[in-house]
């Protein structure tokens, strides 16, 4: 049975960077209480580099930066939580201490630093993998300390400082050799352009948006495969085996909608849906056998049924996992439909083993969303929002597999 377990945790397996591991052995903060209310109890763990605090929740929740509060402390309001009573206790690494109080019907976290920090993600985690709870993620690191002017004017502008990029100082770090690789599909392209708007089309819109993706993740560590880099079309089947090929940990497939009614805007987000990968997968696979084969370690056909049977639905899980980290992080960028999660048997999400969602950035069909879907400055924002999503998918998958 080990190597069922095995290949279950097998999206997760890729261990990497000292501060996610070291967030699997959270310090347990000592006081929480079941009459907290909405914040459930805080956790604090990692070093003067990077410090992780963890606030369990009892319900999904936003929450607001309060800012002006000096810099040697930081304040989190959740507007719609409460709490029974205050709570504190120790901190460790950037964090000296903690407390949870309310103010103005609000629940509030305040940290306590040991030298000027900032926020360098944050992200909601839904429960899932045991854990009943929801988990608010706030991930610190010290302020780059500014370099004296007559230093800077000195600095020789061959040296590495001549060559450093800002944006690079909000990468996350990854252990060397070990790059997660996440394949972007930017949909349609040559003879099938997609959804058309007045002033463009779905397939070019795609493609710029994954480009800017790219350079967002290969800034933050990852390896990224682009399934086209021009105007050219590709059988949905190439796309997939495209991921398959690249030992892909994760796939988004990128594309803008079409409606009837010119109103309708805003993303969405879609994993397979169960009844819809088993209608698909089985015409798709009756033409190219090559995208649902997966190595399994049963010695007969009826026990690799069950095994890939149980790949398929951890699969699944894990894109239902990342489409919901996806949205928290989309939503504060662009409009989201009511229903802005779905599933469909679309043939770009069926790999059994390759994680999947397919990302619905706005409406061509609408005039506001396609100002926005072909602005530069507002597509790398929204890519921004998308690569920190797949940044909270690997912290959560991380913490899975050092379990």
Known sequence: MDWALRLLASGWAKAGGALLAAGCALLAATSHSADAGGVMKVRVAGTASETRVVVELDQAAKARLIEGQGARS????WPDLETGKELSGPGKGLVSAWTVDEAAGAARLKLSLTEDAQ???RFLLPPGDGVEVYRYVVDLKPKAKRVPAKLAVTSSPAGPAANAKPEMLSAPRRAAGAKRVVVIDAGHGGKDPGAIGVHAREGAVTLAAAKALRARLQRGGYKVVLTREKDVFLPLETRVRIARQAHADLFISLHADAGGDPGLKGASVYTLSENGSDRV???VMA??????EVKLPGQDAAVNSILLDLTQRA??????TFAQLLLNEVDDVCALLRRSHRDAGFVVLLAPDVPAVLLE????TNTE?????????HRTAMMDAVGDGIDAYFAQAEQYAAR
Do not use: C, H
Not at 74 to 77: E, S
Not at 287 to 292: E, I
């Open 361 to 364: 950035m706005g409406f061509m």
């Open 369 to 377: 969303d396609e100002r926005l879907l072909t602005d530069p400055k």
């Open 281 to 283: 997968a089985k015409k």
């Open 315 to 320: 699969t699944r899980n894990q894109s239902a």
């Open 119 to 121: 926020i360098a993600r």
């Open 287 to 292: 033409r190219d056998r090559s995208l649902g």
């Open 74 to 77: 930081l304040v989190l309001a």
